[in-house]
């Protein structure tokens, strides 16, 4: 057996399904492929396997809500942190709606929330019909924007007595999936490691353009996705100042300068370019603001008077910052587009003087305003265009961050 799993770290999360016993078989497939196991269980997980099972195949203690109660460290947290990969498998129906929500009522729930394991797999296994209820579906949804990939169960023979989806997958699906996400992960991290100490400047949100004191023009950007760019640059070990036009939360290592209208960006944006590196312009900018915004506001005309608002052309913050690029400096822009998205994002790409489009069409499932994923075409001068999603905003900012590191790399 090669050892693809040489020195890695897999916490292995039981839960109480019927499917826990092939948890003793999972040890053992992880630990032949040279990977060090440690498991939490659930304590109706322990129902369907003994604990001292999976220690003995692990060569580890297993941590259970007992074990936990006895001990005096804060052991669920050393084991989150100890992982590389967090594998839930069998996953219940009721741990993946209390992880989904964030809950902790039990050891295997704390540690999975105190987990930042690059990799988190999740492989239910559970009834065909609590599988196809929605509950589940929008839990199992919610872990995957959260950054969980899933091993789909299989349809097979349930401990029902008939045949339907819901079997826990092939133990070697599941190995498979772990192994190919940390080779992944590695290599990612080899990649985005070009950006660490590099500064980037990142725009995120739709410009509000004031009409009056309390109005604006603004358009559908959430400003997710600049936030996602921000948070995986600074998880590459980049200096990041994100210029918004909203408030989200996010990690108070990333510099937020809250600039409302285009020219506000503009102008934040200049000032942060000044010693950067790298400048993803992810915000959707208004192209018109009102010529004068009123100072007061506007109150109802006549009865049927209608209002005529006297707009003007903002900035074009990317071909601004495209235009005064200096030596080393790479740029970034979003095209949103519904309809003709290569060609606008090509076209883009000369008229902006950027180094990569990111082409998002709006109207695809899983991708646009405000959603948690998004499905991108990224388009560089004389490459191919590259694709990326339906995942996580996370994820997809992480690919377009290894284009820029790509980018620099080819220089
Ligand atoms: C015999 C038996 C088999 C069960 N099998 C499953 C299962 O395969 N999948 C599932 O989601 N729940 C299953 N359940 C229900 C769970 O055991 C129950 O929801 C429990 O609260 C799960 O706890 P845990 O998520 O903390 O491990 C089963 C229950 C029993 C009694």
Redesign the pocket.
């Known amino acids: 057996m090669k050892k693809t799993l040489s020195d890695k770290n897999i916490l292995l999360a039981?839960?109480?399904?019927?499917?826990?016993y092939k948890a003793a078989e999972l040890v053992r497939a992880f630990k032949k492929r040279g990977a060090n196991v440690k498991v939490v269980?659930?304590?109706?997980?322990e129902?369907?396997i003994p604990a001292k099972t999976l220690a003995i195949l692990s060569k580890e203690d297993v941590l259970t809500d007992e074990s936990q109660a006895a001990t005096a460290e804060v052991a669920h947290v050393q084991l989150a942190r100890w992982a590389d990969a967090l594998v839930v498998a069998?996953?219940?129906?009721?741990?993946?709606a209390?992880m989904a929500n964030g809950i902790a009522d039990?050891v295997?729930?704390e540690t999975i929330l105190a987990s930042a394991a690059p990799v988190k797999v999740m492989a239910?296994?559970?009834?065909d019909q609590?599988w196809a209820n929605p509950a589940t579906a929008r839990n199992v949804n919610t872990l995957i924007s959260d950054g969980f990939s899933l091993v789909e169960p299989d349809t097979g023979f349930l401990?029902e007595g008939y045949e339907a989806k819901?079997r826990?997958a092939e133990l070697n699906t599941i190995v498979s999936q772990v192994e190919e996400e940390l080779n992944e992960r590695s290599a990612e991290d080899e990649i985005l490691s070009h950006l660490k100490g590099q500064k980037v400047v990142i725009t995120a949100g739709g410009t509000r353009e004031p009409i009056d004191p309390v109005r604006f023009l603004t358009n559908r950007s959430s400003g997710k996705m600049g936030y996602a760019l921000a948070e995986a640059a600074r998880l590459a070990g980049a200096d990041v100042t994100l210029v918004a036009s909203v408030k989200r939360d996010c990690n108070a290592g990333i510099k937020v300068r809250i600039a409302e209208s285009a020219e506000a960006m503009l102008s934040a944006v200049q000032e942060a370019m000044v010693d950067a590196d790298v400048f993803i312009s992810a915000a959707a900018v208004s192209d018109y603001r009102l010529k004068e915004p009123f100072t007061d506001k506007v109150k109802k005309q006549g009865d049927d008077d209608g209002l005529t608002l006297d707009l003007v052309q903002n900035p074009d913050i990317l071909k601004t910052v495209g235009m005064a690029k200096k030596p080393g400096q790479i740029v970034v822009g979003f095209a949103a587009e519904t309809k003709d998205l290569l060609e606008n994002a090509t076209a883009k790409l000369q008229k902006k003087n950027a180094d990569m489009i990111v082409g998002n069409d709006v109207t695809k499932a899983g991708a646009g305003f405000d959603k948690d994923t998004n499905v991108v075409t990224m388009v560089r001068d004389g490459l191919a265009p590259i694709e990326a999603g339906p995942a996580s905003k996370l994820a997809i900012a992480k690919e377009i961050l290894k284009q820029v590191a790509d980018i620099q790399e080819q220089r």
Request: hydrophobic fraction near 60%; charge should be positive; aromatic fraction near 4%.
């Open positions: 039981v839960t109480g399904g019927i499917a826990a269980m659930t304590a109706a997980a129902g369907f069998p996953a219940t129906a009721n741990t993946l209390k039990n295997l729930l239910p296994a559970m009834n609590m401990a819901g826990l």
